[in-house]
């Protein structure tokens, strides 16, 4: 027995982060056939385009394409992102499940680099996604704070800026009489330690003490996991993640990059210290193998090139 | 402030364990250019070579050789590794720190399997080592439980039988008035979780409150961090890494294998944390580049690509 969750809810990342950054583009068949195995895993939300700038991400110029092609399976919900209103509004047009969202970046410098916006023209930004959710019926159900750990441009991220980031997104949404369903921290480039989490959580937890958190980490500098497991000591169950590691890459143009934390290997931790997550393993360990064909190189997964543990355990 | 220990010692296993290994081999001068590399970086011990049957490890062969050609930095220590006495014989001739061990295997299979020895045999076959440590006036300084956390032959490794084969080093140590330092737990091939860790650690330190313990973790399934950050948090501060993660495998004939935890990403998560190690972070993410060049692949370590976070810092 321990304290740890009983179970842990995952959003799969991979298709979206994965294929938006990777050097070598897949026909929209290949992209339709990753999304349609990853949902056959029993992960009950995929991220699978983004409405983005084609010149600036033109990995995701088919994304419209992409979400028509998908065979849905029932109680999957087939995400998007966007950063803007148009890509919303896009998104709309489309067989996608819009969930809605705030998001915002703690880091000013990071927010005008990524998103063009400064941090009161992404709240002003945010209004307009609001007001589109509320004319469309959709309700807003997590915050995220980008670059709640830190950033390339401002480096560590005051915890005091944290917790100001969320309560203006808390306010936000009570403003529009949107309940959330928690917020979201993520580590966009790969800041957080172990040690650096529990102080986070703990300041959140101290403030909000029953407000849900989720995780979305990258594992930038191979702490990933560690980040995790102590995310998860402190009762976080709600993370995203990315298929087979997608999102990092070995490519010189994209040399530091790196994705989420890795789904399966987050899946195997879990499962060995008895959490539950509805994700079958063997099946997506599967996925990691088939993105590792589609896109021609060696993924940053460890499952998926170890096996798991399943059959060593049969064979003794 | 924090619980963690203030300091984590280092013994950097990746010239050895990654050599071995690896499908291209070495010529020597390159192997003792990784190694001197990586005496520049503050680490204190080093595994150079193991003396092995060149039919089972042909890029050991020329272990010898290797031993020899290193020019020697004062304050660091260079070892090898034996699987029995004729092993051990050599390296007493060769300029090596020899240091002394008793190590054991907690899987009777396994152990059969890797050193042609069921565990009697290799209590046995320790005896004649400690007759040569004390011949020798070499100190034991660790006892190893090799395969502490499971197997593949044998699955999940009882607590009990770990506890047990503590006891027979401990009582072997003490036979031969040999003090040891502590205990080392390896997990051979990548059985643990944080949590599991924490119960084995936790029934050692119960056992035997004031003895130290190490860990040889290998990554083999992706939570190499995580156990490290579980350890850290009950005091361990003695770990076995491997520069640029060397010991795992890209190739299909070792396509499961994975080395031990990754010695630039362990001191990058130590120092974020506050934890010294005395290493050069920088240095030591050099090495690892330094490995990747001269093995021709991508290694798996994640700040060696990234880079760590101080020059990120430096620019905010």
Redesign the interface.
């Known amino acids: 027995m321990?304290d740890?969750p009983k179970f842990v809810h995952i959003h799969e990342e991979g298709p979206r982060e994965g294929i938006q950054i990777e050097p070598r583009n897949l026909p929209v068949s290949d992209k339709v056939r990753l999304i349609e195995a990853v949902a056959e895993t029993g992960v009950k939300q995929i991220d699978c385009v983004s409405f983005v700038n084609p010149k600036r991400v033109p990995n995701m110029a088919d994304a419209d394409a992409v979400a028509r092609a998908i065979n849905r399976k029932p109680g999957v919900r087939y995400t998007g992102l966007w950063l803007n209103t148009q890509g919303l509004e896009r998104a709309l047009q489309l067989p996608l499940d819009v969930v809605g969202s705030i998001r915002v970046t703690a880091s000013e410098t990071f927010s005008i680099k990524n998103t063009s916006r400064n941090i009161e023209e992404t709240f002003a930004e945010q209004r307009k996604w609001m007001d589109i959710y509320r004319a469309n019926r959709i309700a807003v159900e997590w915050g995220y704070v980008m670059t709640a750990f830190?950033c390339?441009?401002?480096?560590?991220m005051p915890v005091s800026r944290v917790l100001d980031m969320v309560q203006r997104v808390l306010d936000l949404a009570a403003e529009y009489d949107q309940p959330l369903k928690g917020i979201y921290l993520a580590d966009t480039v790969?800041?957080a330690?172990?040690?650096?989490m529990e102080r986070r959580l703990g300041a959140l937890r101290s403030r909000w003490p029953d407000m849900k958190i989720g995780l979305h980490l990258h594992?930038?500098?191979?702490?990933?996991?560690?980040n995790?497991?102590?995310a998860l000591r402190m009762g976080v169950d709600q993370f995203d993640s990315s298929v087979a590691g997608l999102g990092g890459c070995?490519f010189a143009e994209h040399?530091?990059?790196?994705g989420n934390v890795?789904t399966e290997?987050l899946v195997?931790?879990c499962h060995?210290?008895?959490i539950e997550t509805d994700v079958d393993l063997e099946k997506m360990i599967a996925c990691a193998r088939l993105a590792e064909d589609l896109f021609g190189h060696?993924m940053?997964?460890?499952?998926m090139?170890?096996?798991?543990?399943k059959n060593?355990?049969r064979?003794?």
Chains 1, 2 share one sequence.
């Not at 594992?219 to 560690?226: K, L, N, P, V």
């Open positions: 321990s740890l830190g390339n441009y401002e480096g560590d790969g800041y330690n172990p040690l650096d594992d930038t500098r191979g702490t990933g996991m560690a995790v497991y102590a070995p040399k530091g990059a790196a890795c290997d195997f931790m060995e210290m008895g060696r940053p997964g460890k499952v090139h170890a096996g798991s543990l060593m355990r064979a003794t």
